[in-house]
């Protein structure tokens, strides 16, 4: 128990914010995504300490399984995977590098301020996937559709905005008229 | 510290580290990146503050971080998918070149 | 309860069923109190390490052997009586090859390749029923685990095959990835149904509710109409998943040299291997859990016969069809593959979904099975002859060798 808190956390934790700062770090993209996954699968183990399974293994699925690959795929289709051919970090880093910093203070600040009183900690709650599953069909299941007509909408959206623009037959007439 | 504390300045510094990808970065795919670790870090402090909150039994944190990570993924894709097209038109990824609106 | 249940209660026959649980209290037995549960939980990780990777070696042997019959020549039999110790030799070929890794490649992402797919093969392998009480983890959500597990597979594909800088092994990886993601879809909503019947996603669940008899037939849900239909594309879907015949593009040995693992070579090789045929055993292994009634026998009378017994015999029925399999049917295209998984499998599921509702409110009664079945086929057919209306079938020419 360091400070109060579990081994388990600490190492966790480590090896999120190490994932998160690599993936800030590293030149090579697809060396990025994959610390990116890092953070991910480490989140994952701190929703599963919070005793979110539900949300731990969706994270999982999610996010591991289908955006970390969305995110290689993006990058090796706008052939970010070789040596690139501008800097990798833009003229303004110091600033960006100084509002972040900026922000992690008042957000620490606000949080350690506010909860030095309480040190309660409940008793885990126990949540089954039935009780979601209630849960989401009586009193959530307007959310539920309104994200179902989003992933639909957002399918479509990406299929129409990727898709390669169909070629136009060009005119004959415009080139045979010089001759 | 407390656990809430810790779990919430955890969540804190992933944000911080997101919103730093997303201001210093050039690649457009690596700020879309920073924008998916910025919606991670707040759905660990949504799901912190329901494990240690009132009310666990409403499920409130955990739906809302539910509904979070799928809006997330959808959006990942889009802009994705944004990035890709404009690849497409101009053979960059990179931002400082995206100054101009018209096509 | 039937007549057989009463042999059954014999606590001869119940100590043989539980034989490996006793086995686990007794070496329990040996430590304190506040470490038993550790103890426990180390014991079965020890039988799941020990036991499924004996079942792969068993299995290369069995489909070198099976394919050489299909193809009419013999397959290996020089090491040992009729080839058994073949695995053996293979073991210690691939752990004293020379590990060749490539100049350029990419060298912490090529090593950590196979080490995720073994890892996230082997998790896939906790919420799996065995037996009778004999899951190592009875997790809520079990089901949502393993579908969760088997789609970080994927990302080890990738990693294999971009970090080896190969054009070759990129090609097999990308073609692997964008496999696996299609039927990702079918493979999860047809193991819905399964959920939807039973009201949990508790492995554990799903082969209890399937435990009990009318008569001597059991309960399984493959002998309904949307758990045949669900049975048969969640089959279709795990050998996409798994890159088996005839889904094998990604390792078309004949185009890619070995696909994504290709410039893997000696024990990596072999971890890759281990990997992509514990993943068959893991999928098979809950196919039979959500379908085919996990550990359960399939007539009222055999149930004297162990629960594992039960388990690991339908598991090697699962692996002998995965080899016949690939043995008769060839390869599908690219786009052959795509087309069947986004525009026949899909709608299929989704219809099942829909089949499976409806049974659950028709009541008991003839009125359900001739609703559900005669929905599945029509659809079965209609969706067959509207994606088949284009392909010409020509007379049957033949071609000979001048």
């Given at each position: 128990?360091?400070?109060g ?32 996954t ?12 919070l ?6 293994f ?41 509002i ?43 959310p ?18 990727a ?17 | ?5 810790a ?7 992933v ?5 730093a ?12 990146i ?9 759905n ?5 503050f ?5 009310h ?38 990179d ?9 | ?84 110790l ?97 039927y990702?879809?079918p ?74 693992f ?5 024990f ?48 090697l ?38 089949v ?23 659809a ?8 088949m ?14």
């Open positions: 128990m360091i400070f808190l579990s081994i388990v956390f600490v190492l966790t934790s480590i090896l999120t914010v190490a994932g998160a700062l690599a993936a800030a770090l590293l030149k090579n993209l697809v060396h990025c995504a994959l610390s990116l890092i953070t991910f699968a480490g989140l994952a183990l701190l929703y599963l300490q005793d979110a399974q539900f949300a731990g969706s994270q999982i699925l999610v996010y591991i399984g289908a955006v970390a690959i969305l995110v290689v795929f993006a990058i090796l289709l706008t052939r970010g995977a070789g040596i690139p051919e501008y800097r990798s970090f833009s003229s303004s880093w110091l600033a960006g590098i100084t972040s910093a900026g922000v992690f203070a008042l957000l620490a600040w606000a949080v350690t301020k506010s909860l030095s009183a309480s040190a309660s900690s409940s008793a885990a709650p126990q949540v089954t996937v039935q009780q979601i599953g209630l849960a989401l069909m009586s009193s959530y299941v307007l539920l559709e309104i994200v179902a007509v989003l992933l639909t909408v957002a399918l479509i959206g990406a299929v129409i905005v898709m390669p623009e169909s070629r136009t037959p060009k005119s004959e007439s415009s080139q045979g008229g010089d001759r | 510290m407390t656990p809430l504390a779990f919430l300045i955890v969540a804190a510094l944000f911080a580290i997101g919103l990808i997303a201001l210093t970065r050039r690649n457009a795919i690596l700020v879309l920073g924008i998916e670790l910025m919606l991670n870090a707040a660990l402090n949504l799901i912190a329901w494990r240690f909150g009132t666990p039994e409403a499920l409130t944190g955990m739906m809302f971080a539910i509904f979070s990570i799928a809006v997330a993924a959808a959006e990942a894709a889009v802009g994705l998918g944004l990035a890709i097209a404009y690849h497409r038109h101009k053979k960059t990824t931002l400082d070149a995206m100054t101009r609106m018209k096509g | 309860m039937s007549q057989s249940s009463q042999l059954w209660a014999n606590p001869v026959w119940t100590n043989l069923d539980q034989i490996f649980v006793l086995l686990q209290h007794w070496v329990e037995g040996f430590f304190p109190v506040w470490l038993q549960p550790a103890v426990g939980t180390v014991l079965g990780v020890i039988a799941i390490v020990a036991a499924f990777p004996g079942i792969f070696a068993l299995t290369t042997v069995l489909e070198r052997k099976g394919l050489g019959r299909m193809q009419n020549r013999l397959g290996p039999n020089r090491v040992g009586p009729f080839g058994i073949q695995p053996v030799a293979d073991g210690i070929k691939s752990l004293t090859k020379e590990d060749i890794v490539p100049l350029t490649a990419d060298g912490v992402v090529h090593f950590l390749a196979p080490v995720v797919l073994v890892i996230a093969v082997f998790l896939g392998f906790a919420v799996l029923p065995v037996g009778r009480n004999m899951v190592l983890t009875n997790l809520d959500a079990g089901l949502l685990f393993f579908f969760a597990i088997g789609a970080s597979t994927e990302l080890s594909v990738f990693m294999a095959g971009w970090s080896s800088r190969n054009k070759y092994s990129l090609l097999g990886a990308m073609r692997a990835v964008a496999q696996m993601i299609s990702e879809v493979l999860l909503l047809s193991s819905v149904v399964a959920v939807m019947i039973t009201g949990s996603l508790s492995t554990v669940k799903i082969v209890e509710a399937q435990s009990g008899f009318t008569g001597i037939f059991p309960h399984w849900y493959v002998f309904t109409p949307w758990g045949f239909a669900g049975f048969v594309l969640f089959v279709i879907a795990a050998l996409a998943e798994t890159n088996r015949s005839p889904f094998d593009l990604p390792e078309g040995e004949s185009e890619l040299v070995a696909g994504y290709t410039e893997y070579s000696g990596k090789f072999a971890l890759f291997f281990l990997g992509e045929y514990l993943g068959m055993f893991s999928i098979a292994g809950f196919a039979i859990t959500l379908f085919l009634g996990g550990w359960g026998a399939p007539l009222s009378v055999l149930e004297i016969i162990p629960s594992w017994a039960w388990f690991f015999a339908k598991l029925c699962a692996i002998f069809f995965f080899i016949w399999l690939r043995g008769t049917l060839p390869r599908l295209r690219q786009d052959q593959l795509m087309n069947f998984a986004w525009k026949f499998m899909l709608p299929m599921s989704l219809l099942n979904l829909l499976a509702g409806a049974w659950r409110f028709l009541g008991d009664g003839w009125l359900r099975w001739i609703v559900c079945s005669a929905v599945l086929l029509l079965y057919g209609l969706l067959g002859r509207v994606l209306r284009h392909q010409r079938l020509g007379a049957r020419s033949y071609r000979y060798a001048d």
